[in-house]
């Protein structure tokens, strides 16, 4: 969104699958500079010129998935890349090493969270080179299509869309009688016991989320509206 200059210019972070393949258990490795609370003319001038010192992070990547599709409304794009465990286990080593010992210099155009990240990939397969790619800038798109020209390193591209997109996909999707419902059970005017689309059914609960979302508060009300919905809704199958 436009007054959030990392959210124009992107972000790209590696997952970690689990070993018992629930996503709930991955987790997610980026880096990013340590900006304090800087802000304006300071915050461009010491990231641009490498005043910043930047560092591994990890998270559990059920945290990342909320941060962004939820908190932030920007939408998620994974490339399933083709390494092997051994080759896992090296990057997760030398992520371990470089976390513990020291940091690079942050650098808003071109070492910056991308580029490392790249550099990272490099040492799990030194036969690839994405990273050589980039000479001035290191923009997160084109680090994502410097993976996909490498011949075999993506097996899988999964996108998950901004809850935002996600509330209007299911509210564009209802015809007006079907719309008609929706606000009558967001209002409280229609009991959900008696509503038995699917459809409308989690059109509401998506807008109620969202609602709740936005007003950052619900009532006792509109909570219990939005428990009564699920349980409608999972009756239905």
């Avoid at 972070?13 to 393949?21: C, I």
């Avoid at 000479?135 to 994502?144: A, F, G, K, M, N």
């Avoid at 020209?149 to 809850?163: D, L, M, S, T």
């Amino acid at each position: 969104y436009a007054n959030n200059p990392a959210s124009i210019f992107g972000h790209t972070f590696l997952r970690v699958n689990s070993s018992d393949k629930k996503s709930i258990s991955d987790y997610g490795i980026d880096f990013s500079a340590l900006t304090n609370t800087d802000h304006g003319v300071e915050f461009a001038v010491r990231g641009v010129l490498g005043g910043y010192m930047g560092q591994y992070n990890i998270k559990p990547y059920y945290m990342k998935m909320n941060e962004y599709l939820e908190n932030e409304n920007r939408d998620l794009w994974e490339y399933d890349l083709n390494l092997t465990p051994e080759q896992i286990d090296r990057l997760l080593a030398h992520v371990w090493e470089i976390q513990n010992n020291t940091y690079f210099d942050y650098y808003f155009f071109r070492e910056n969270c991308s580029y490392q990240l790249l550099t990272l990939l490099e040492v799990a397969n030194p036969a690839w080179n994405p990273s050589y790619e980039f000479d001035l800038e290191t923009i997160p798109v084109d680090s994502v299509k410097a993976l996909t020209q490498i011949p075999g390193a993506i097996k899988e591209v999964n996108y998950r869309p901004a809850f935002k997109k996600t509330v209007s996909q299911r509210l564009g999707s209802l015809n007006s009688l079907e719309h008609t419902q929706m606000e009558g059970l967001v209002a409280g005017k229609i009991s959900p016991e008696d509503v038995t689309s699917a459809r409308v059914l989690e059109a509401t609960i998506a807008q109620l989320r969202y609602k709740r979302f936005e007003e950052k508060s619900f009532t006792p009300d509109q909570e219990k509206q939005l428990k009564a919905t699920l349980i409608q809704r999972a009756k239905v199958g």
